[in-house]
């Protein structure tokens, strides 16, 4: 089992940066790829990102592709989402989720965090 907790939202400008971060618990970090999803109000989930468990893989949703980048530190048991660019239709509460084994379209997630709200305004 692994518990995950994100943190890293906030309120920016559109054109602005942040970055997320989701520190998994345990010692099986490596074990696991590991997903970002974002909901935004009255919308459903959606796929952000996907990083395999020695990082060489990632996926992007075609939405992020160019101005996010998703990263992982097997020494810190963190995966991280770089967001650059960021634009109004950003907004959203991010999840970072794993699994032993995740791609799209594929059923969700094992674990889930609790979610960090990112708010962009234009």
């Known amino acids: 089992q692994v518990q995950l907790v994100e943190s890293g939202g906030g309120l920016v400008q559109a054109g602005g940066s942040l970055r997320l971060s989701c520190a998994a618990s345990?010692?099986?970090?490596?074990?696991?790829?590991m997903a970002w999803f974002r909901q935004a109000p009255g919308k459903e989930r959606e796929f952000v990102a996907l990083?395999?468990?020695?990082?060489?893989?990632?996926y992007y949703a075609d939405s992020v592709k160019g101005r996010f980048t998703i990263s992982r530190d097997s020494a810190k048991n963190t995966v991280y989402l770089q967001m650059n660019s960021l634009k109004p239709e950003d907004t959203a509460v991010y999840y970072c989720?794993?699994?032993?084994?995740?791609?799209?379209?594929?059923?969700?997630?094992?674990?889930w965090g609790q979610g960090t709200q990112v708010t962009v305004s234009s």
């Open positions: 990083i395999g468990r020695s990082g060489g893989i990632t």
């Open positions: 989720a794993a699994d032993s084994s995740i791609a799209v379209g594929a059923p969700s997630p094992k674990y």
């Open positions: 345990g010692r099986t970090f490596s074990s696991y790829a």
